[in-house]
């Protein structure tokens, strides 16, 4: 359902942009999910019902943005995982396109390029991490995949050798030497 | 090393199944291993993630499972390790909503908060204003105001918007933050200017020259910032729409110069402003010319933006948006519904037979 109201009105000035992102997998389920307003689905029972009517009208058609329920919805799949960040229907557009592309180069460069539901749900903690960097309560905290990442991933052993700065492999080392003093 | 790597492996291996099928009394069950000394944060970590997934999967906790589960993970403090002190703060803010006695935490999270480890810092902040309620926020008074104009944008970024939530319950106490609050909206780091503009807006919410001064002094200033020019956009166009005399002129120039910004994003603010005041005699041209190029982007975002805000403006001015009857034409057969819906019932709206004809 599109919302067509005709009526101008001026977007608000509150920093409280983002209502909701999530990530699902290819059958609609969800991986991940938050909503930040309260007004807005506020039990799990119409979020699913929510989530599963945005897949159904998104999956098949890679349109980057719907009109839903009042929601403007900008959208990005890969594989078969799909990422979604909801705004109110009076939201900038594009503000709410450069929170999903930095929600979804985040988490890109978090499963190294891999972005399907098997990887992520190895590094479910870090996307987790990252999902609480980008947004909190609704704010935009941070928009800088570069800086999001730094913040998310810390685990110096899990990155190749090949692609580790000089701090990350002494932090690797000095992680490991102290596992097998523990041992 | 080698055996606990394997080990690693083999339940990460199984990591995609067990998320399938989790057992809420199971995995509370496993919060028994925060107890073990010394803590193993690998162990810890994935068993918190499973209770941040379970809680996300929509599943409820009963306060005394929260509760029990939340005094579980405050043993976790003892370990040092990044990621589970960051994920401990993460079940510490979904926790705190449903759990008793929360603030058992406060001191802890001070710690962190104020301590040497900038990973620590910012997210301790957040999770310890979660777990804050009003009668409590003037025991951290002090170190909140010096987080926010603490150099590190992360921790002075988590501080501001930590302040605005707590300002919707305690809103005079926020409000003695102001001094700081200024100091952070010079700072270099687009965030955090962003960030402090907005909650210096909401503690002068009521106080309208003093936000006029605030715009005045911001729109002269050279912001770079496209999140906090899009802010201060509206809060000029809210300005204008409020205000009917000569001073208003200023604000009108100021978003009509942001239609020659270099972000799309900022354009977009400053010609749906132009477009929707309530009061324009002005020339609407340079905004929907904007909006007509907007139609004719790859981007689909950009095209729906574009049309919806010229489908709001034929309700006021039907002849600047007969200019772009082509472009909303062209628009009829996109690929995208909501953009092609949106192009009919504009097209409807003007009415132009030539255009129902074709």
Redesign the interface.
């Known amino acids: 359902m599109?919302h067509?109201?005709?009526?101008?009105?001026?977007?608000?000035?509150?920093?409280y942009i983002v209502k909701g992102m999530c990530i699902l997998d290819n059958e609609g389920n969800?991986i991940?999910?938050?909503y930040y307003d309260k007004d807005i689905l506020p039990t799990?029972?119409e979020?699913?019902a929510f989530e599963k009517n945005l897949f159904n009208k998104t999956h098949r058609?890679n349109?980057?943005?719907?009109?839903l329920d009042g929601l403007t919805c900008?959208y990005k799949s890969n594989v078969d995982l799909f990422f979604y960040v909801m705004g109110s229907s009076h939201e900038?557009?594009?503000?709410l396109?450069?929170v999903l592309n930095s929600l979804y180069e985040s988490v890109s460069i978090l499963l190294r390029r891999n972005v399907e539901?098997?990887v992520l749900?190895?590094n479910?903690?870090?996307v987790?991490?990252a999902f609480?960097e980008i947004c909190?309560?609704g704010?935009?905290?941070?928009?800088d995949p570069g800086?999001i990442v730094g913040?998310a991933a810390?685990?110096g052993e899990d990155v190749p050798l090949g692609e580790q700065t000089v701090v990350q492999v002494l932090q690797s080392a000095r992680e490991?030497l102290k596992?097998?003093l523990?041992? | 090393?080698s055996s606990?790597k394997r080990d690693k492996k083999e339940e990460?291996e199984g990591?995609?199944f067990s998320?399938q099928n989790l057992d809420k009394t199971i995995v509370l069950q496993e919060s028994r291993y925060f107890n073990e000394t010394?803590v193993n944060p690998r162990k810890c970590?994935?068993i918190?993630?499973k209770i941040?997934?379970l809680l996300?999967?929509?599943e409820t906790f009963s306060t005394q499972e929260a509760t029990e589960a939340f005094f579980a993970i405050t043993k976790l403090f003892q370990s040092n390790d990044?990621?589970l002190r960051?994920?401990v703060y993460?079940c510490i803010?979904e926790l705190s909503k449903l759990a008793q006695d929360v603030i058992i935490v406060t001191s802890s999270l001070t710690k962190d908060m104020t301590g040497k480890e900038d990973?620590y810092r910012?997210?301790a902040i957040?999770a310890l204003c979660s777990v804050t309620d009003s009668t409590m926020i003037q025991a951290i008074e002090r170190y909140m105001k010096q987080a926010i104009v603490d150099r590190n944008p992360?921790v002075s970024?988590?501080a501001l918007?930590?302040s605005?939530?707590l300002s919707s319950t305690s809103p005079d106490l926020v409000k003695r933050w102001t001094s700081e609050a200024q100091e952070a909206l010079n700072s270099e780091k687009s965030?955090v200017s962003?960030?402090a503009l907005?909650?210096l807006?909401?503690i002068r919410r009521t106080d309208k020259l003093s936000t006029m001064k605030l715009v005045t002094r911001l729109t002269k200033s050279s912001i770079k910032s496209?999140?906090t020019l899009?802010?201060l956009i509206?809060?000029a166009?809210?300005l204008v729409?409020d205000d009917a005399s000569e001073t208003s002129q200023a604000y009108i120039e100021f978003i009509d110069g942001c239609l020659r910004h270099k972000s799309?994003?900022v354009i977009?603010?400053a010609a749906?402003?132009i477009?929707?005041?309530r009061k324009t005699t002005r020339d609407l041209a340079p905004a929907v010319s904007v909006l007509q190029l907007f139609c004719g982007s790859s981007?689909?975002?950009?095209r729906?933006?574009g049309a919806?805000t010229l489908?709001?403006?034929?309700?006021?001015h039907p002849a600047a948006v007969s200019a772009c009857t082509i472009d909303l034409e062209n628009l009829i057969s996109d690929?995208?519904?909501?953009v092609a819906?949106?192009a009919v019932?504009t097209l409807l709206?003007t009415g132009a037979e030539s255009s129902i004809d074709r």
């Open positions: 599109v067509t109201n005709l009526e101008g009105s001026l977007f608000e000035p509150t920093l969800r991940l999910a938050k799990p029972k979020q699913k058609a349109a980057e943005i719907i009109m900008v900038n557009e594009l503000l396109q450069s539901k098997r749900m190895d479910l903690d870090s987790m991490l609480d909190d309560g704010v935009i905290l941070d928009s800086s913040r810390l685990r490991q596992w097998s523990l041992k | 090393m606990f990460e990591g995609c998320f010394p970590t994935q918190l993630t941040l997934f996300n999967q929509g990044v990621i960051r994920m993460l803010k990973l910012a997210a957040r992360a970024s988590a918007v930590s605005l939530h965030l962003y960030h907005g909650i807006v909401n496209p999140y899009c802010l509206r809060l166009a809210q729409e799309e994003m977009y603010e749906h402003a477009v929707n005041l981007k689909a975002t950009l729906l933006a919806r489908a709001k403006l034929t309700t006021k690929p995208n519904r909501s819906t949106l019932t709206a």
